[in-house]
């Protein structure tokens, strides 16, 4: 079975503050998607990852997919209230077609900046 | 665009009883899923559709039907409520593989008593 594993859990910090997310697993993924979720609505895609080693950067939101496509970490810099939320990786299974449309998802990491 | 749309937002039900959870979505895509959310278990996918009259099921798909006559609706049908079915719904459109990018509803807040 295949896992993602997100790190932390909870993360609260003040505004200001610099912090990274992460997402493992021991499994290849052909690529891995971003979402945030605020309360009481639905996760947004914030980007997509796809080739070992990418960076990609959202404002100051840097996301960056591992080398071997099994892990990727989220760093936002200066941190805003507006940042808070639940922030879900979701990886695309490197397999077949149909493995495809079965995104695996982490359980999220779930962070509070306080003003 | 309104996106994705799901109906109701909230509903309450006894045991026992059925329900369909509405979803419609205006961007044509053909990919659409059921996910249901829980505390400590994440996203977990229910069924999922790659076209107009192709469904096929997730993870948990027991408990649940679906159905695809049009691109546009993917309803939800719970066929005899029961607690376990207590959570939060999303339905999600995505345009084509390899990526599978989501694009997610509101939600709907079920708790069947």
């Known amino acids: 079975t295949q896992l993602l594993e997100q790190s932390p859990q909870f993360l609260s910090i003040q505004e200001g503050e610099n912090l990274t997310v992460y997402c493992n697993s021991s499994?290849?993924?052909?690529?891995l998607q971003w979402y945030r979720q605020e309360p009481g609505e639905g996760p947004v895609l914030l980007v997509t990852?796809?080739?070992g080693g990418e960076v990609k950067k959202l404002k100051r939101l840097t996301f960056q997919f591992g080398d071997a496509r099994k892990d990727s970490s989220l760093h936002i810099t200066a941190a805003q209230p507006g940042d808070t939320g639940l922030y879900l990786c979701a990886g695309a299974d490197a397999g077949t077609e149909k493995d495809n449309r079965k995104l695996i998802w982490g359980l999220g990491t779930s962070l509070a900046v306080n003003p | 665009n309104a996106g994705v749309t799901q109906t109701p937002k909230f509903q309450v039900l006894k045991t026992g009883q059925s329900m369909t959870l509405q979803c419609a979505q205006d961007m044509n895509h053909e990919y659409m899923s059921w996910y249901r959310q829980d505390p400590g278990m994440g996203l977990r996918l229910i069924h999922y559709?790659?076209?107009?009259?192709?469904?096929d099921q997730g993870e948990v798909p027991n408990g649940y039907n679906v159905s695809r006559s049009t691109t546009e609706d993917f309803p939800l049908r719970l066929l005899s409520a029961a607690p376990s079915q207590t959570s939060v719904y999303f339905c999600?459109?995505?345009?084509?593989?390899?990526?599978?990018?989501?694009?997610f509803g509101p939600g709907t807040r079920l708790t069947v008593l």
């Open positions: 559709s790659v076209g107009a009259g192709i469904t």
């Open positions: 999600a459109s995505s345009r084509d593989p390899p990526y599978n990018e989501q694009f």
């Open positions: 990852v796809v080739t």
């Open positions: 499994s290849v993924f052909s690529s």
